[in-house]
């Protein structure tokens, strides 16, 4: 696909709106766009795209199923009181950064559609010393819509969602900017990958997820991998790209390919499968320790059930969770790359082995289905 295109589909993405637990917008662009890619495309309870393309396994054999989830949703505001001036106050979900907040142009989702507000704040001549030196409380942040206290109140209800806007922006070089690229680019590269696999042949069953959620608690892939149940699922979402201020030990490289992961989130064999993948393709690819929670959505899948080998591609991003999210291109192309040859070369024999690899010598751990 060309830089055009990816850049085209991720704007899509970036500009769909898709708060957790309100991602029916980002939801049915995915849903569209996954149309002649998937032999079945399906929408869950909790609002998790699932997408699944069959396998072919060898003769007499059974298929075994792979999940790869990307989550959909993204970090906003919800309404938690209107004043009598019509200002909103509101309350994050998600990792909000009240720094990056303000005076910046937000959506109000209401009952008729959505409304457009800016992320206001008192004048800084009007607050103390101390105050200008610290970010606000939520308290002191508030929404403008524009409507006095009675007409405010006709539309907007307590509970209705924000969306933070910005358009995609390509920088120089190979970069984009925008808000969500968390993690709209790794929802993009599943998307990109389904198109290197279109009419190619697998052994194995692939259930692309699109998961709700991930942002308050990896809701959707608490349940979607409990529905699934997976033989091995791998987790593509963003990590810290370097940048001024974030050293080499806490971010990577942007535009040197997706970070495998390393720790005792992730499984051992799978990790060095990914990582021969990528060495053998010659995809470019870094890798991170994650020593404990890898705070995606593959700390969710990993103790689905009966315990599911599960790896994690990241994605480095700069400025995350600010609608100035900074993505290299390459970064998302190498990752659809590496996940597209990884299901290709992917035998339902060796994931059978990665049921009961860890103890050794090996017991037969799989439990019962
Ligand atoms: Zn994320």
């Not at 949703?73 to 979900?93: A, N, R, T």
């Not at 800016?118 to 001549?125: D, I, L, M």
């Not at 696999?197 to 069953?205: P, S, T």
């Not at 929670?293 to 103790?303: C, E, H, K, L, P």
């Amino acid at each position: 696909m060309k830089n055009e295109e990816i850049i085209q589909l991720i704007s899509e993405l970036s500009s769909a709106d898709g708060v957790s637990g309100h991602e029916g917008s980002v939801a049915s662009i995915v849903y569209k766009s996954l149309s002649s890619l998937a032999d079945t495309i399906s929408i869950d309870p909790l609002g998790n795209v699932i997408a699944i393309k069959k396998g072919f396994p060898k003769e007499g054999k059974e298929p075994v199923k792979l999940m790869l989830a990307a989550h959909l949703d993204e970090i906003g505001l919800i309404v938690s009181s209107l004043d009598s001036k019509g200002f909103l106050k509101v309350m994050p979900i998600g990792g909000v950064d009240r720094g990056i907040i303000l005076g910046k142009k937000v959506w109000v989702h209401t009952k008729t559609g959505r409304i457009p507000g800016v992320v206001a704040t008192r004048p800084p001549h009007l607050t103390t010393e101390k105050e200008r030196n610290q970010l606000p409380d939520w308290d002191d942040i508030f929404i403008d819509i524009g409507l006095e206290g009675d007409r405010c109140s006709k539309l907007v209800a307590i509970g209705d969602v924000c969306t933070l806007q910005n358009e995609v922006v390509q920088l120089s070089g190979q970069f984009i900017a925008g808000k969500a690229l968390d993690n709209r680019v790794g929802v993009a590269s599943l998307i990109l990958m389904l198109n290197h696999l279109k009419q190619m042949n697998h052994e194995v069953d692939v259930y692309a997820v699109f998961t709700t959620q991930e942002e308050v608690g990896f809701r959707g892939a608490i349940t979607s991998a409990y529905g699934i149940w997976p033989e091995v699922a791998v987790a593509v979402d963003v990590g810290f790209a370097q940048q001024s201020g974030v050293n080499e030990r806490l971010g990577k490289e942007s535009g040197k390919g997706p970070v495998i992961a390393k720790g005792p989130n992730i499984h051992p064999q799978l990790e060095k499968s990914l990582i021969k993948m990528a060495q053998r393709e010659r995809i470019p690819h870094q890798t991170e320790v994650i020593a404990a929670n890898s705070g995606t959505d593959a700390w969710a899948i990993q103790v689905s059930r009966c315990g599911i080998p599960t790896a994690l591609l990241s994605i480095p991003l700069g400025n995350m969770h600010s609608t100035a999210e900074c993505c290299h291109l390459d970064d998302i192309r190498f990752t659809s790359k590496l996940l597209a040859e990884f299901v290709l070369r992917l035998s339902c024999d060796e994931v059978r082995r990665w049921q009961n690899v860890i103890i050794k010598p090996s017991i037969n751990s799989r439990c019962k289905r």
